[in-house]
């Protein structure tokens, strides 16, 4: 048996010092340091450092290491440790789930020993330090005293109708970027008598270790934003589902990541921050900043919010009836008796079964199939079983659960059941042809081209074709490729990811993917085919010693041969002109006492000129983030009707917070670029 040994944090520990997960003070690449409770098998000691396995990887020679100390180790060696057998970091596998969940459940102590004398699993001491822990919640706080100047010292900082230049945006980490021109916050509000309706906006930068089993693989990630965006930073617009980012559950949208594998993202190009997050390697390490939502009052805690209720309840989002269930634990420990699962139709977490005998049983207002809309306050709408059961798992006596239970149809007889078989349209994905005619960001333009060429009617035209404005984000139709056997490639000026506009004189703009392939078909048959496209283009100014030549930009974005899914980046779509953009309307619905829970970053400035107003923050547990629909990297082209252009900050600010209960936001949204 192995005597763990670890060093507990000196008294005089710096938030800045502090490791955030195990709560231990080491270097960032060293591994975390735990004080076990009890003496540990060998069969669970790394060879290498000689403490319980962290994030443990086999060899194919059978012997288990830590991730990070074997990484190390490889660094230098090309062989195992222990035989000197050759090997390399690829050729490993995480260790079985078995050998992982015995780790977990590793009897731990928290490290803050003078003033929490806490014991539990290993699992459990992250969870413990962010919500329980007094002294880590100490060192948190004031840490944020030091950061934040106090509101009344910002209020008389600013001088009158400034809404631009210094800014109160109460997380960790904006702080730091109060000078950023443009960047607003009309998540945080302020009463009548100069006092915040919110407490205050609690942001955390989080590590997320992603390992890939083959390299190619997608981590499941769309991204926007970057450094020649008006947005700035880079953020994560969705999450693939059942992807590898999506099954880890650790990230989410709206997360700014700030470095990947020791690459700064803090003043990176889009397409510099796709080659790396694309690069070929067994792990990625993102440091992300993570919105938490508004810190709840003490009395707040466990409690679903008002305003989730208020969105759960909406009939015009939810097809059945939402119903308050609590848990009351014996103890901590105490299992819920709940199997939950994913189901492939429909994103989200349900219940499966309720183990008989079991506390979710006995208490008897649980049912399978119903769907789960939050656990204690956080939303699972696009949640997964996982991330549902650490919540629970973190819950103190009291679990509180929001669910949604669909209408028996078989007891509202024959007519119910012919009218629940088939959903017509969601309202909240209807969209439409913008009519706001407006100029694309800085830096991103486009130009029209257009090529005739005589044919025989048996020839191809040689291009493969994705989009149509009946897929999911209503895009153009675009050429995914232009095939060497084609008469197109002979020209030479149609480029893969040029909008299709015309053939032959007929309109494809508005057509879906299908009609577009019969047109397509029918005229290139024609001995005579001309040709009309948009092509767009994104400055290519780089500062800072950094390049990103348009040759780079065509490498990165060049289609796979086997892959039939290849999409343009994010960018590409910023120069379309306007009369290519669809547009929905999004209605929000709120208290007067609660903030719409976004930021934007655009409008009109002496600098730059007119900039459209794009979402760059959506704040965890608000209206905006409850609806589900609007998205990072949205554009808002118009607010109830009026349109944003020609509008600066402040006047768009007012007149949102002039919207007390509903405000509609008219917005044209792309995919973010796919990793």
Known sequence: MTEPKTSPPASGVTWARVCKECGQCHEGQDSHLYEYQDEVDDELVCHICLQPLLQPMDTPCGHTYCFQCLSNFLHDQDFCPVDRQRLQLQQCRASSLLVRNLLDKLAVLCPFRSECQQNMQRCELQPHLHNRCPAFKRLREEAERKKRPSWNELKGSKSDGDLTDTKFTPSITRTAQTSETGLVNPAFEEGEDDTPLRSSLVAEATVVELFLEEPEVDLGLRIVGGKDTPLGNIVIQEIVRDSLAGRDGKLAPGDHILEVNDVSFASIPHSRAIAVLRQSCSRLRLTVMQEKGFKPRPEQLAQPSASLLSQLSNPNQNRGTVIQVTLVKRDRSEPLGIKLIRKSEEPGVFILDLLPGGLAAKDGKLRNNDKVLAINGQDLRHGTPESAAQ??????????????????????????????????????????????????????????????????????????????????????????SVQPVGCLHRDGTIKTGDVLLSINGIDLTQLTYNEAVTVLKAQAAQNTVTLQVIQTFADKEEKDGESSSTEDMDTLEAPKEDNVNWVPLWTRWLGLPSYMHWCRDIMLMKTNSESWGFSIVGGYEESHGQQPFFIKTIVPGTPAHFDGRLKCGDEIVAVNGVTTVGMNNSSLIPMLKLQKNKVTLTVVSWPGSLV
């Open 391 to 480: 919540i629970i798992q973190a819950s103190e006596m009291r679990v509180n659960f929001v669910v949604m239970r669909l209408p028996d149809l078989s007891e509202e007889g024959g007519e119910g059941q012919i009218r629940g078989a088939r959903r017509g349209p969601e309202p909240q994905y209807f969209k439409r042809r913008s009519t706001y005619m407006k100029d694309p960001p800085g830096g991103f333009s486009s130009q029209e081209k257009t090529v005739s060429l005589k044919k025989e009617p048996r020839h191809s035209l040689g291009i493969t074709i994705a989009g149509g404005r009946d897929c999911r984000s209503r895009l153009p139709v675009y050429i995914t």
